[in-house]
């Protein structure tokens, strides 16, 4: 028993390793701009950049679109699959796990060939169509996240009970919809809604091939042409990510302990 918990308790601490050394490294390093001392140095040149704050707010302006956009896709998508039509589930299962198992470098080449400036549909023609393409992309890349986040939450509920009541006193599908359903599924929103964050910020096939300033490939650039603001730009990445896995969890939390609304 001593012996398994021992083994347990090692592989943790191989495993903390693997990512913690690492992520200790690149903040040390980050730190060493000012030769002979720790400093802030290469931060407030990151921060000082105009060009990191345009690609940065940019990036965040396309995660908040995607999460709108794709939260009023996935949700009525959902509810009606598990209320109207349990048969078509596996297919619509199979769709949302397709951007898993198709490159993304394939799909934006598809895109590319469909909606470039000689087809029917031409986006990539301006920069507003360009910006819409960029947005589709991310919701197709965060599908099976956002998806599979609303689905769990819908499980927590009988959708069934609730569309009935509400029916029942007259409700439109509208009402039942963003009154009813909504709010029994947030904590599924918001949990998918942080993935789609943290998927947006450091997304780079996309919008490097789209030709969008976004925050992936502005950190490709610097990578390539400095030393220490790489390593400061890569905490600052690491620090939304982790923020949006510990916003994740709390909202998680949250979800358990709410009872349902009727």
Not at 234 to 240: D, L, Q, T
Request: overall charge positive; aromatic content about 14%; some cysteine.
């Amino acid at each position: 028993m001593k012996a398994q918990r021992l083994g347990a308790w090692i592989a943790v601490v191989l495993g903390a390793s693997y990512f913690v050394i690492p992520l200790i490294g690149t903040i040390e390093f980050s730190l060493r701009m000012r030769r002979g001392e720790y400093s802030f140095d290469a931060y407030e040149s990151v921060f000082s950049d105009i060009q990191f704050r345009e690609t940065f707010g940019y990036s965040m302006l396309m995660a908040l679109l995607t999460i709108v956009f794709g939260m009023l896709l996935v949700v009525p998508t959902a509810y009606w699959v598990r209320l109207r039509l349990p048969q078509m589930r596996p297919v619509v299962e199979f769709i949302t796990l397709l951007p898993l198992v198709i490159p993304a470098i394939v799909i934006v080449f598809g895109y590319l060939r469909m909606y470039n400036s000689s087809s029917y549909l031409p986006l990539t023609g301006s920069t507003t169509g360009t910006n819409i393409l960029l947005v589709f992309s991310y919701i197709t890349l965060s599908l099976p996240y956002m998806y599979r986040a609303v689905d769990t939450a819908m499980r927590a509920i009988d959708v069934r009970t609730l569309t009935e009541a509400a029916e029942s006193l007259g409700a439109r599908w509208t009402t039942i919809l963003f009154k009813c359903i909504f709010p029994n599924v947030m904590s599924g929103v918001l949990s998918g809604a942080f993935i789609t964050l943290a998927i947006v910020m450091g997304e780079f096939t996309f919008a490097a091939l789209l030709n969008r300033p976004a925050f992936g490939p502005y950190l490709q650039l610097v990578g390539a042409n400095k030393a220490y603001e790489p390593s400061a730009l890569a905490v600052i990445a690491f620090s939304i990510t982790w923020l949006s896995m510990g916003l994740l969890n709390l909202v998680s939390r949250f979800g358990k302990a709410a009872p349902a609304k009727a």
